[in-house]
C-alpha cells in the first residue's frame, strides 16, 4: 500500500509560480511512473504531467508545455510539479498518483492505469 501527501498548493496571481510536492511512503516507488492529475469544478480529471520510472520520458498535457515541469527524487520517494506562468484555467484541485505497473515502457495519460492517489492540493489562480 501507497500513502501519497501533496503539499505547496494555494492562491497566487495570474503570472505567478507554485511547486507542488508529492511524498511517498508505505513503499518505494523509484520503479513506478508517477503522474500529476487535476480537476476543475465540473470538469473530469485530467493528466498534467507524468515521469516515467527512469525519469528519461514525460508526458504533459498540451497546455501546460513549456510552463509546467514534472522532476522526481527517489532518494527521498517524491515527484514535483513546478508551475511557472499560471493562469486562471490552472485553477483546479492538483493530485499526485503512482502507476500501477513497475517499469512500464513509455507514460501512461490514463487514470486507470494508475493505483494510488493523493488526497488532493487546491490550487487557485486569480486575477
Known amino acids: 500500500q501507497v500513502q501519497l501527501v501533496e503539499s505547496g498548493g494555494g492562491l497566487v496571481h495570474i503570472g505567478g509560480s507554485l511547486r507542488l510536492s508529492c511524498a511517498a511512503s508505505?513503499?518505494?516507488?523509484?520503479?513506478?511512473?508517477m503522474g500529476w492529475f487535476r480537476q476543475a469544478p465540473g470538469k473530469e480529471r485530467e493528466l498534467v504531467a507524468a515521469?516515467?520510472?527512469?525519469?528519461?520520458?514525460?508526458n504533459y498535457l498540451h497546455s501546460v508545455k513549456g510552463r509546467f515541469t514534472i522532476s522526481r527524487d527517489n532518494a527521498k520517494n517524491a515527484v514535483y510539479l513546478q508551475m511557472n506562468s499560471l493562469q486562471s484555467e490552472d485553477t483546479a484541485v492538483y493530485y499526485c498518483?503512482?502507476?500501477?505497473?513497475?517499469?512500464?515502457?513509455?507514460?501512461?495519460?490514463?487514470?486507470?492505469?494508475?493505483?494510488?492517489w493523493g488526497q488532493g492540493t487546491q490550487v487557485t489562480v486569480s486575477s
Open positions: 508505505g513503499r518505494t516507488v523509484s520503479s513506478y511512473a
Open positions: 515521469l516515467s520510472w527512469n525519469g528519461y520520458r514525460t
Open positions: 498518483a503512482v502507476d500501477s505497473l513497475q517499469y512500464r515502457v513509455g507514460v501512461s495519460g490514463a487514470s486507470n492505469d494508475y493505483a494510488y
